[in-house]
């Protein structure tokens, strides 16, 4: 074996375990990366249940299989104030008795909350903003026009 090849395949072999140091290989891990949020699988779980309930399948995916819970969480490590992660997790924390519950039940629920209640505000917005801007909708639902839009030369303009 030549030196070249030798230092390639040590330097993959570093990139590689660089890499895999990096990955979760937990059970309890979930689906995706975190900074400053510690969720777990089972919270990821039932936050899927709850933007379930939020937005259910109906002749449009759902907000399970548009993946919207995974949203809510990068939303709330990324872009929300240490305060509210601490006050959605403390909610999160009293929801938990609602898991594996049906949907009517956990809207439910989520109906008993105060209107001011930072948990549920930053649940349905983040629910609401993440299906606004998926694939499906923005594909399927919304009908962008270039800008300026259309023209009609032969519009009638009343005087």
Same mark, same amino acid.
């Given at each position: *074996?030549? #030196? #070249? ?11 590689? *375990?660089? !890499? ?11 689906? !995706? $990366?975190?900074?400053?949020?510690? &969720?777990? =699988?089972?919270?990821?779980? &039932? ?8 937005? +259910?399948?109906?002749?449009? +995916?759902?907000? #399970? ?7 809510? *969480? =990068? *939303? ?17 924390? $009293? ?13 439910? %629920? ?13 649940? =349905?917005?983040?629910?609401? $903003?993440? %299906?606004?801007?998926?694939? /499906? ?5 919304? !009908? /962008?026009?270039?800008? +300026?839009?259309? %023209?009609?030369?032969?519009? =009638?303009?009343?005087?």
């Amino acid at each position: *074996m030549n #030196r #070249r090849t030798a230092l390639k395949q040590f330097a993959l072999l570093a990139g590689g *375990m660089w !890499i895999a140091s990096s990955c979760d290989f937990r059970a309890e891990a979930p689906s !995706i $990366q975190l900074n400053q949020v510690k &969720l777990n =699988k089972s919270d990821e779980d &039932l936050l899927a249940e709850l933007v379930e309930a939020l937005i +259910p399948k109906t002749d449009s +995916p759902g907000a #399970r299989e548009l993946n919207l819970h995974l949203f809510v *969480m =990068k *939303m709330l490590d990324d872009c929300t104030s240490p305060e509210d992660q601490e006050a959605f997790l403390a909610g999160l924390k $009293q929801a938990e008795k609602n898991k594996g519950k049906s949907a009517d039940e956990i809207r439910a %629920y989520l109906k008993s909350l105060p209107k001011d209640d930072v948990f549920f505000k930053i649940l =349905k917005s983040r629910c609401i $903003q993440g %299906y606004k801007n998926s694939e /499906y909708v923005m594909k399927n639902k919304l !009908i /962008y026009e270039l800008v +300026p839009g259309r %023209y009609n030369g032969a519009l =009638k303009i009343k005087a």
